[in-house]
């Protein structure tokens, strides 16, 4: 079995949804059949791949250990910059061996390369953040497991946070309120599967298809393909995020329109959102604080440009440690750097920004360089 | 505190008009954004000794400066 894919798991998720709505009916916690149908889910993906599942079972004691020790350090010991640095370090080791591995050279070592890690990470880091900021004074192992278990967002996200998971996971809703979820919920699952399996279809056939030999096919070829990463992943993340709703959590929406982005920091706050919400609040934010209290660059803007191309390599990092994925993070962080630059110091841009013939360049402009960066992360570039 | 959080707005977001309206939206008025933002969080640390982590709050929690306001003042208590 497979997430979000073939006749069994799309079985399993109409049982659960049938239970579901049994217990949201009847105004009956939801929480229990979570816990039980994440781990049970989890459990039938990895048990066939007992490598996997060895993996997981390892990283998930590690991180639970981690998580759970550090809270335990903060509480006694109060705000220590160094233990928690290396809290935050051992916690994303997993990560770094299990992408180590995919570098040829170090190919023998296969360790912690299991369905999700990339995703699970982020929460096991989120958590511990958090627990250092004080906004965080509690994890309880039940918690902590269906967080990080919780089956629809398991393998690809969205991202969520740990407290307001945990305050959905805990609710019990109203008849009305839970009927209006699990229908909201439905249509986004339908919406999903249209996306993913028709349109991201669609798109995938005329890559296929198509020949490379002129210049327009070229470029029909490099759209398609922007827009078929995007009804692939949108319609993934709506199918999790409506299965998430049927089981009573609000995971938080992925995307939200992305073609239609006027510049680049547009786009970032309308593509694949949980994640640059996440690289946003736990990497941008914390690099620019930093470097305005320790004074590390002579004016605001150069420091705003090294923390955008800072954060957008360890994006394109965390994707793989291939040339074209770090080259992906690269040129979207020096396009933010620039886009930055250009709207702080341009007049010409104070001016025109809110004309409707700006708007339409601007966006036209924005449009093409997104879709050369998916060129760039599909690692066809030298192919053209 | 106030006043302080009001001045220290004026100068993050590099324009007075944020005093005209205190209910106004800074982030769909382009006058906040992540950069301004963090920046916002430093400065209220720095002048104010009020610290506020930057996951701690979501943007709906203080996108006006009312909702900055009752934020920090809560904190300080």
């Known amino acids: 079995m497979s997430f979000f894919s073939g006749a069994p798991f799309f079985g399993v998720v109409f049982i659960i949804a049938i239970l579901a709505l049994l217990l949201g009916y009847t105004e009956r916690p939801l929480k229990w059949l979570n816990v039980v149908t994440s781990i049970l889910v989890v459990g039938f993906v990895l048990v066939e791949k007992p490598r996997q599942l060895f993996f997981f079972l390892m990283f998930y004691i590690i991180e639970l250990v981690l998580v759970k020790g550090y809270l335990k350090i903060r509480t006694e010991k109060g705000r220590q910059v160094a233990t928690y640095r290396i809290a935050v370090f051992l916690s994303i080791v997993p990560l770094i061996l299990c992408k180590a591995g995919e570098i040829v050279c170090l190919y023998q070592i296969k360790w912690f390369q299991f369905v999700g890690i990339s995703y699970l990470t982020f929460r096991c880091v989120q958590m511990i953040v958090e627990s250092y900021d004080g906004v965080i004074k509690e994890i309880k192992v039940l918690d902590f497991t269906v967080f990080l278990m919780f089956f629809p967002t398991f393998s690809c996200g969205p991202i969520d946070r740990s407290r307001r998971f945990v305050e959905d996971f805990h609710k019990v809703y109203k008849r009305q309120e839970y009927l209006e979820l699990f229908g909201t919920g439905l249509e986004k699952i339908f919406l999903g599967l249209v996306y993913k399996n028709v349109i991201a279809t669609i798109f995938f056939q005329i890559m296929e298809e198509l020949p490379k030999a002129t210049i327009m096919e070229k470029f029909i070829h490099v759209y398609s393909y922007g827009f078929y990463m995007f009804f692939d992943f949108a319609g993934y993340s709506l199918m999790a995020i409506g299965v998430a709703y049927m089981l009573g959590i609000k995971v938080p929406e992925n995307f939200k329109k992305p073609f239609l982005s006027v510049d680049m920091k547009d786009f970032w706050a309308r593509w694949h959102i949980s994640l640059s919400e996440w690289f946003r609040d736990f990497i941008f934010s914390r690099f620019i604080m930093l470097s305005m209290k320790k004074k590390w660059f002579p004016t605001r803007l150069f420091g705003a440009s090294v923390g955008f191309i800072i954060n957008m390599f360890v994006m394109g990092l965390w994707h793989g440690p291939s040339v074209h994925y770090i080259l992906y993070g690269l040129y979207h962080g020096v396009l933010l750097a620039l886009t930055e630059i250009y709207q702080k110091k341009s007049k010409f841009y104070k001016r025109n920004k809110k004309k409707k013939v700006y708007r339409f360049v601007s966006w036209f402009i924005t449009f093409q360089l997104v879709m050369f960066g998916f060129l760039i992360f599909s690692g066809q570039l030298i192919a053209y | ?77």
Request: include cysteine.
């Open chain 2, 1 to 77: 505190m106030e006043e302080k959080i009001l001045d220290i707005l004026e100068e993050v977001c590099e324009d007075s008009d944020v005093r005209d309206d205190l209910d106004m939206d800074l982030f769909e008025e382009d006058l906040l954004d992540s950069l301004a933002f963090a920046e916002l969080l430093v400065a209220i640390e720095d002048q104010l000794g009020v610290v506020i982590a930057p996951s701690e709050v979501t943007r709906d929690d203080m996108n006006t400066a009312n909702k900055i306001i009752q934020m920090v003042q809560s904190k300080a208590n």
